[in-house]
């Protein structure tokens, strides 16, 4: 190991234009590629779950809090899409701070449904704008716990 690690050294000094030239090609290709192809790497796959979470303004009181995520809540449970979901206001979990809520959202099966999960989303998205005070935002959920769009 360390033999190749003193060829591969001399190499690069020996020859110090070129590993130059050669690392801002690799430099430009990166960029290039980053530009090309879209920023979701992981597509976003419909598996029946979407994720979201609610934020208000520091300092917020537990009350005021659980007025919003209940509020949530509701839109949440007109949907038509939406089978069940579990909702949480307040510090908890990773979060040390009391403006947070969460839901985890169960949609119906896909032959159930007209839309897929990122069409619901965008379907709740204009509607959870409307609570004052707070901003919503939702994620369709990936396999192994990976967060889609």
């Given at each position: ?138 994620k369709t959920l990936l396999p192994f716990g990976l967060e889609g769009s």
């Amino acid at each position: 190991m360390l033999h190749a690690y003193r060829w591969s050294l001399r190499l690069v000094l020996n020859h110090r234009l070129a590993t130059i030239i050669v690392s801002n090609l690799i430099f430009i290709v990166t960029v290039l590629l980053f530009m090309t192809f879209s920023y979701g790497f992981l597509p976003s796959e419909d598996i029946g779950q979407i994720f979201g979470f609610t934020e208000a303004a520091q300092g917020i009181s537990f009350e005021s809090m659980k007025k919003h995520q209940l509020t949530v809540m509701e839109i949440v449970r007109q949907d038509p899409n939406v089978d069940s979901f579990v909702s949480t206001a307040g510090a908890g979990g990773p979060s040390l701070t009391g403006n947070l809520g969460r839901i985890f959202v169960n949609l119906k099966p896909r032959s159930q449904r007209k839309l897929n999960a990122d069409e619901i989303i965008q379907e709740l998205r204009p509607k959870l704008a409307k609570i004052p005070e707070s901003r919503s935002s939702f994620k369709t959920l990936l396999p192994f716990g990976l967060e889609g769009s």
